[in-house]
């Protein structure tokens, strides 16, 4: 581990039983300077004992000698093979009990604005259950009418980038699977900071397509060539028919 268990208690066991500088004790135990010196004053940790890191098996007598000699010497931590990988997480994530009643709100926005997400992916950003995401999904859920989509970020139950990062694996795998995607699913399956610095794609309305390549006046031009509005009145004058074609209908 890169710091000792219990990290404030055996910082004032050395603040009370070592001449070690407050930037040694903090760099061992993980802490800010500062932090080490409101220890000293009596404002920080009042109450809290001290933890022995030598009869704990966490640092020896012979490391704390050569610190008190030298303060710009670094203690480290003994080695203790029962510590290897306590800093993993275990398990699903945990979710403070004033939040728990926030995750179906979050699902739901997860499954509604990120279809692609696995429930393996969905339980790992909020912390649930696969049958609390099912439930969500095929709307069987006690509670779904009164249930609103909220994003899982905006509730504090995840990071955006946890959040990206995810999106960006469905987005791997449904390239690997050759999954066609659309324009609204390329850009669900981006990052937050990657979609919005993409540029808007330009649509022609159907209704007023190939409008572009006529005048007013009737008279076809080539696309892309300037055309004169000044005239107000070619916006709302229809041209006059051929005086031969009405001499013709008489």
Not at 23 to 35: M, R, S
Not at 158 to 173: G, T
Request: negative net charge.
């Amino acid at each position: 581990m890169s710091k000792p268990l219990m990290a404030k208690a055996t910082a004032v066991w050395l603040v009370d039983n070592t001449t070690l500088s407050f930037k040694q004790i903090a760099d061992f135990c993980g802490l800010h300077e500062l932090e080490v010196q409101g220890i000293a004053d009596g404002d920080v940790a009042a109450g809290v004992k001290g933890f022995d890191p030598i009869a704990h098996n966490q640092l020896d007598e012979a490391e704390i000698r050569k610190g008190e000699a030298d303060a710009s010497y670094k203690l480290k931590l003994k080695f203790n093979p029962a510590a290897v990988g306590e800093e993993k997480r275990r398990g699903p994530r945990y979710t403070p009990l004033s939040k728990r009643q926030d995750r179906p709100a979050a699902i739901l926005w997860l499954v509604k604005f990120h279809p692609e997400l696995a429930d393996s992916q969905i339980r790992k950003l909020v912390g649930t259950t696969n049958p609390s995401i099912q439930a969500i999904r095929e709307r069987t859920h006690w509670n779904i009418q009164n249930i609103q989509p909220i994003d899982p970020v905006a509730l504090g139950l995840c990071r955006q980038s946890e959040l990206d990062a995810e999106v960006q694996k469905a987005a791997k795998k449904k390239a690997a699977e050759g999954g066609v995607m659309n324009d609204d699913e390329r850009r669900k399956l981006v990052s937050t900071e990657q979609s919005l610095g993409m540029d808007p794609e330009p649509r022609l309305p159907s209704n007023i397509a190939g409008l572009e390549t006529f005048t007013l006046g009737g008279g076809a031009k080539e696309k892309g060539a300037d055309v004169d509005y000044s005239d107000a009145d070619s916006f709302f004058n229809l041209p006059d028919g051929d005086d031969s074609d009405q001499d013709d209908e008489r």
